[in-house]
């Protein structure tokens, strides 16, 4: 079954403080993988696709990569800022197929 | 602006009241798809539509109905509504398959349903 898993489900860091968020997959066969950003009361919006042959993009502080032999990617914020407090969703695309596979997300705060 | 758009953004019904919740895309895209939001399960697709007149399942499609007679609507409608449809619902549209084209989904910003 195609699940995708991220880790850790919450979490709290200070404004000014990097992190990564994880995401583990088992779709296959990979065709794409997406980061979006989800803000409270708001429609997830996409910061990074990437395909099997890249294993780094970045979109400003957002820096995503991905390990296809490890079917894992992650997603790294450089000085958060307190507008990047919202759910970071991670989304895998099978070959072929018309369907994508969500994660459950990461709810990220950011405090003063 | 290219945007797709949801409405109602709220929706309190009652059990058995056929309702529909319309969607809308300005990007001429050929995918558009329905997914409903419930807490600890994340998205799931409902339905999807590949471009005008075709229409398939998606993960959970029992209890809702979706028409494409033009590329730029897709409304979902739920004919005789339950307390468990209870959630948190987004139309997204995108340029082609998320496979084939590698492009985004393109998310409205949802709409709040509550049956009672």
């Known amino acids: ?112 | 602006e290219a945007q797709v758009t949801q409405n109602p953004r709220y929706l309190i019904t009652v059990t058995g009241k056929k309702l529909t919740v319309t969607c809308s895309q300005n990007m001429n895209h050929e995918y558009m798809s329905w997914y409903r939001q419930d807490p600890g399960l994340g998205l799931r697709q409902i339905y999807y539509s590949m471009n005008v007149e075709v229409t398939d399942k998606g993960d959970v499609p029992e209890g809702y109905k979706v028409s494409r007679k033009e590329k730029r609507n897709f409304p979902l409608i739920l004919e005789s509504p339950s307390p468990n449809q209870t959630s948190l619902y987004f139309c997204a549209s995108s340029l082609g398959t998320a496979s084939l084209y590698n492009s985004p989904l393109h998310f409205g910003n949802g709409t709040r349903l509550t049956v009672t």
Not at chain 1, 53 to 66: D, I, V
Not at chain 1, 84 to 107: E, L, M, N, P
């Open chain 1, 1 to 112: 079954k195609n699940q995708v898993e991220q880790s850790p489900q919450s979490l709290i860091i200070l404004e000014g403080k990097n992190c990564t968020l994880q995401c583990n997959y088992t779709v296959s066969p990979f065709s794409n993988l997406r980061w979006y950003k989800q803000d409270t009361g708001r429609g997830p919006v996409s910061l990074t696709i990437m395909t099997f042959s890249e294993n780094t993009k970045s979109n400003g502080r957002y820096t995503a990569t991905l390990d296809a032999d490890t079917k894992q990617s992650s997603l790294h914020i450089t000085a958060s800022q307190l507008s990047d407090s919202a759910s970071y969703i991670c989304v895998v695309s099978v070959r072929g197929y018309q369907k994508v596979t969500f994660g459950i997300g990461t709810k990220l705060q950011v405090i003063p």
